[in-house]
């Protein structure tokens, strides 16, 4: 093939090949999003993920240029790229597995850091995750044809590996840069600076999290209990970290079954939650099956404890019938 | 009677007045439709019902008088609570008219009368309720920070301005005959006061139809009792379980309420960590939670002295003035025996010299 003629079927697969990456950026969204469940991937990633088309000149000179291939044109697998960025290495696990689960297409692991790493264990250069998935079977989207076979590339890095791809990409491995030893040794020393940092990172992540752990499991169990029986849809905010820090002491390891047999015993409880859930902020908190039953068995010191004002707790207790002055 | 899940239904009020200079009564003004209150108004209303009437409340249960007469209080709570809404309006009047025929003294203000049904309770039972509220006077700011006075509030915070009494219904059906199927909770704070003048009487017992229930001296022994069993299981040193007797002693015989309540002994006597403690001891007890009348009869002897035992019968009694006055008892470490372990100890002080012995 000419060159004029790789450009002219370039042209014609290019919206097959659009649509193709973007196929793929919302299925492993998708399926990062149930993973992640109740956070949204649109947190989670660091930077929105998009698919980009090769430019022509870079696919040219790669195709006839650079590298020797039997048939350029479809042996080059990163003619739509992908690319989706993640906080921590440990996070990077989660779109793997969304990639690899997915039925759409085969995907092959093209390049794998940790692997890199074992194999050359002195060596701090560029580190990413790289799959080629390509289309099982011809699939429609939206009112295009994907071909049975066709690749995209997938790259998966940390914010931090990003930021050092990023450097590297416009400095050092820029095509008219002679690299120096010096420039690469001071590349390499920032690429081991960032992995040490990753480590950093997520002991951070992982000494928070014991320390939030405990109350977060209680939130995480009181959820469970809060959906069962009521019809109204929890909504967390910053009152549920305030109550569960001031009651979380008196919530031990059957704390869900003592509220439901609570909730059992007195049935229209759970009604006049759920109403004042719709009025209230307050009652969308899973903490506040807690409280009312905390209330209920120790009036005098829930009310001690209580973290927010006088005036939102009363009601609970004329709720449970309990005057609120006295005792 | 709990009055958790309280719900109230149909709600009006009439006005009553103060008798005229020679003893006339004033007729009542009459409401002539229901209440429409908002959710907020609403919630306020039950509030100020449970503070008056919930667990840990002033209110008591009373026994109502047998046989009832025609006109009284406990038929009408009857007629209301099958009523429809044309009837009820109707039939809430006699309640004012009742009111203003039992404030026989002229010294008795008038006020606002509140008559309300709902249900209450787990199981709910249906309810019929009346409030006499006094009027206060107080100010209201608007938007623009003036200022306006106001004569003719009822149901603040003062909560010797108002008296409720609810009827409650066991719900059986058909009815049997009144008094049979229902209860009385009476909460005014004249009966928790110390004056024990007519005037007390004239809301429970003339217009409500009501009377102190017979159990007063069965319940504050069994208030006394259990107590006492309370405060000896107590983790906390003697001297701390003296003090708290001392406290129960001095609740019952010098304290000239005449009502006894676990509410009020807990929050003048009891430290918070204790509170809900005791509260629980007590109602496992089937103690109630609100207010019973005080009568120290059965227990009056007991109460003339307090006693400290030790072994080998050695005794210190004392009446229970004197013994807060003059005695103080202290734990202390003993001399170790053979085995290196120090006892415990205890050592008295009284504030006097031997006076006789014999």
Same mark, same amino acid.
């Given at each position: 093939?000419?060159? &004029?003629?790789?450009? =002219?079927?370039?042209?014609?697969?290019?919206?097959?090949?659009?649509?193709?990456?973007?196929?793929?950026? &919302?299925?492993?969204?998708?399926?990062?999003?149930?993973? +992640?469940?109740?956070?949204?991937?649109?947190?989670?990633?660091?930077?929105?993920?998009?698919?980009?088309?090769?430019?022509?000149?870079?696919?040219?000179?790669?195709?006839?240029?650079?590298?020797?291939?039997?048939?350029?044109?479809?042996?080059?697998?990163?003619?739509? @790229?992908?690319?989706?960025?993640?906080?921590?290495?440990?996070?990077?696990?989660?779109?793997?597995?969304? +990639?690899?689960?997915?039925?759409?297409?085969?995907?092959?692991?093209?390049?794998?850091?940790?692997?890199?790493?074992?194999?050359?264990?002195?060596?701090?250069?560029?580190?990413?995750?790289?799959?080629?998935?390509?289309?099982?079977?011809?699939?429609?989207? @939206?009112?295009?044809?994907?071909?049975?076979?066709?690749?995209?590339?997938?790259?998966?890095?940390? +914010?931090?590996?990003?930021?050092?791809?990023?450097?590297?990409?416009?400095?050092?491995?820029?095509?008219?840069?002679?690299?120096?030893?010096?420039?690469?040794?001071?590349?390499?020393?920032?690429?081991?600076?960032? =992995?040490?940092?990753?480590?950093?990172?997520?002991?951070?992540?992982?000494?928070?999290?014991?320390?939030?752990?405990?109350?977060?499991?209680?939130?995480?169990?009181?959820?469970?209990?809060?959906?069962?029986?009521?019809?109204?849809?929890?909504?967390?905010?910053?009152?549920?970290?305030? +109550?569960?820090?001031?009651?979380?002491? =008196?919530?031990?390891?059957?704390?869900?079954?003592?509220?439901?047999?609570?909730?059992?015993?007195?049935?229209?409880?759970?009604?006049?939650?759920?109403?004042? &859930?719709?009025?209230?902020?307050?009652?969308?908190?899973?903490?506040?099956?807690?409280?009312?039953?905390?209330?209920?068995?120790?009036?005098? &010191?829930?009310?001690?404890?209580?973290?927010?004002?006088?005036?939102?707790?009363?009601?609970?207790?004329?709720?449970?019938?309990?005057?609120?002055?006295? @005792? | 009677?709990?009055?958790?899940?309280?719900?109230?239904?149909?709600?009006?009020?009439?006005?009553?007045?103060?008798?005229?200079?020679?003893?006339?009564?004033?007729?009542?003004?009459?409401? %002539?439709?229901?209440?429409? #209150?908002?959710?907020?108004?609403?919630?306020?209303?039950?509030?100020?019902?449970?503070?008056?009437?919930?667990?840990?409340?002033?209110?008591?249960?009373?026994?109502?008088?047998?046989?009832?007469?025609?006109?009284?209080?406990?038929?009408?709570?009857?007629?209301?609570?099958?009523?429809?809404?044309?009837?009820?309006?109707?039939?809430?009047?006699?309640?004012?008219?009742?009111? %203003?025929?039992?404030?026989?003294?002229?010294?008795?203000?008038?006020?606002?009368?509140?008559?309300?049904?709902?249900?209450?309770?787990?199981?709910?039972?249906?309810?019929?309720?009346?409030?006499?509220?006094?009027?206060?006077?107080?100010?209201?700011?608007?938007?623009?920070?003036?200022?306006?006075?106001?004569?003719?509030?009822?149901?603040?915070?003062?909560?010797?301005?108002? /008296?409720?009494?609810?009827?409650?219904?066991?719900?059986?059906?058909?009815?049997?005959? #009144?008094?049979?199927?229902?209860?009385?909770?009476?909460?005014?704070?004249?009966?928790?006061?110390?004056?024990?003048?007519?005037?007390?009487?004239?809301?429970?017992?003339?217009?409500?139809?009501?009377?102190?229930?017979?159990?007063?001296?069965?319940?504050?022994?069994?208030?006394?009792?259990?107590?006492?069993?309370?405060?000896?299981?107590?983790?906390?040193?003697?001297?701390?379980?003296?003090?708290?007797? %001392?406290? #129960?002693?001095?609740?019952? /015989?010098?304290?000239?309420?005449?009502?006894?309540?676990?509410?009020?002994?807990?929050?003048?006597? #009891?430290?918070?960590?204790? /509170?809900?403690?005791?509260?629980?001891?007590?109602?496992?007890?089937?103690?109630?939670?609100?207010?019973?009348?005080?009568?120290?009869?059965?227990?009056?002897?007991?109460?003339?002295?307090?006693?400290?035992?030790?072994?080998?019968?050695?005794?210190?009694?004392?009446?229970?003035?004197?013994?807060?006055?003059?005695?103080?008892?202290?734990?202390?470490?003993?001399?170790?025996?053979?085995?290196?372990?120090?006892?415990?100890?205890?050592?008295?002080?009284?504030?006097?010299?031997?006076?006789?012995?014999?």
């Amino acid at each position: 093939m000419t060159e &004029a003629e790789f450009l =002219e079927k370039w042209a014609l697969d290019r919206p097959m090949y659009e649509a193709w990456g973007e196929h793929v950026v &919302a299925n492993v969204t998708e399926r990062l999003n149930v993973a +992640i469940n109740p956070l949204s991937a649109d947190i989670f990633l660091r930077i929105p993920p998009s698919s980009r088309l090769k430019g022509d000149a870079s696919f040219l000179e790669k195709a006839f240029y650079r590298k020797s291939y039997a048939d350029p044109y479809n042996d080059i697998t990163d003619k739509v @790229g992908v690319r989706f960025v993640v906080l921590l290495g440990n996070h990077i696990k989660l779109i793997e597995d969304a +990639i690899t689960s997915c039925q759409d297409w085969n995907a092959s692991k093209d390049r794998d850091y940790e692997q890199e790493q074992n194999e050359n264990p002195i060596q701090f250069d560029y580190a990413a995750v790289h799959y080629v998935v390509r289309c099982r079977a011809n699939t429609e989207v @939206g009112d295009l044809t994907i071909r049975e076979g066709t690749p995209c590339e997938i790259q998966v890095k940390t +914010i931090l590996q990003h930021a050092y791809s990023e450097l590297t990409h416009d400095t050092i491995y820029k095509p008219k840069v002679d690299a120096t030893p010096r420039m690469l040794r001071t590349a390499a020393k920032s690429m081991a600076l960032i =992995e040490a940092t990753n480590d950093y990172f997520e002991q951070v992540v992982e000494q928070v999290s014991e320390v939030v752990g405990p109350s977060k499991g209680l939130t995480d169990e009181l959820l469970g209990v809060f959906r069962k029986h009521l019809g109204v849809e929890p909504e967390l905010a910053r009152t549920e970290g305030l +109550i569960v820090e001031a009651y979380e002491s =008196e919530a031990q390891q059957d704390v869900t079954e003592r509220i439901e047999s609570f909730l059992a015993r007195k049935p229209f409880i759970t009604q006049q939650i759920a109403e004042r &859930a719709r009025q209230k902020l307050l009652f969308r908190q899973p903490s506040i099956l807690l409280v009312y039953m905390l209330v209920d068995e120790q009036p005098s &010191a829930t009310r001690e404890k209580w973290p927010l004002t006088p005036k939102e707790l009363r009601p609970i207790f004329v709720d449970l019938g309990k005057a609120f002055d006295r @005792g | 009677m709990f009055f958790e899940n309280l719900t109230v239904n149909r709600v009006i009020i009439h006005e009553v007045y103060q008798r005229l200079d020679d003893r006339r009564p004033v007729d009542p003004t009459y409401g %002539t439709q229901l209440l429409n #209150l908002t959710a907020d108004a609403m919630d306020f209303f039950r509030e100020r019902i449970i503070n008056a009437m919930g667990s840990q409340s002033q209110s008591m249960e009373m026994d109502i008088l047998a046989p009832t007469d025609p006109a009284c209080a406990l038929e009408i709570a009857s007629e209301l609570r099958s009523a429809d809404d044309r009837n009820f309006i109707d039939t809430s009047r006699r309640f004012a008219d009742r009111l %203003t025929a039992a404030q026989t003294s002229r010294n008795l203000p008038g006020g606002i009368v509140v008559v309300f049904d709902g249900r209450a309770g787990n199981p709910g039972r249906s309810i019929v309720g009346v409030i006499k509220a006094e009027t206060h006077q107080g100010f209201r700011h608007t938007d623009q920070l003036q200022v306006e006075y106001l004569r003719d509030l009822f149901l603040g915070p003062q909560t010797k301005l108002y /008296k409720i009494g609810i009827f409650s219904y066991s719900g059986r059906d058909p009815a049997p005959e #009144l008094p049979n199927g229902w209860q009385a909770t009476v909460y005014d704070t004249h009966m928790t006061r110390s004056n024990r003048d007519g005037a007390a009487q004239y809301f429970y017992e003339s217009f409500l139809g009501c009377t102190l229930p017979a159990n007063g001296a069965r319940l504050t022994k069994m208030f006394f009792d259990s107590t006492k069993e309370f405060i000896n299981k107590l983790d906390v040193a003697p001297e701390q379980k003296t003090e708290l007797l %001392t406290g #129960l002693y001095t609740y019952l /015989k010098i304290d000239r309420s005449p009502t006894v309540e676990l509410a009020a002994f807990s929050e003048q006597y #009891l430290a918070q960590e204790f /509170k809900d403690d005791y509260q629980n001891f007590m109602v496992r007890q089937d103690f109630p939670t609100n207010a019973v009348p005080k009568d120290i009869s059965d227990i009056e002897s007991s109460l003339r002295q307090r006693r400290l035992r030790f072994n080998r019968n050695i005794q210190l009694t004392a009446p229970p003035d004197a013994f807060q006055d003059l005695i103080v008892v202290e734990t202390i470490e003993g001399e170790a025996g053979e085995d290196g372990v120090a006892p415990e100890w205890t050592r008295i002080t009284i504030r006097d010299r031997v006076q006789d012995q014999s």
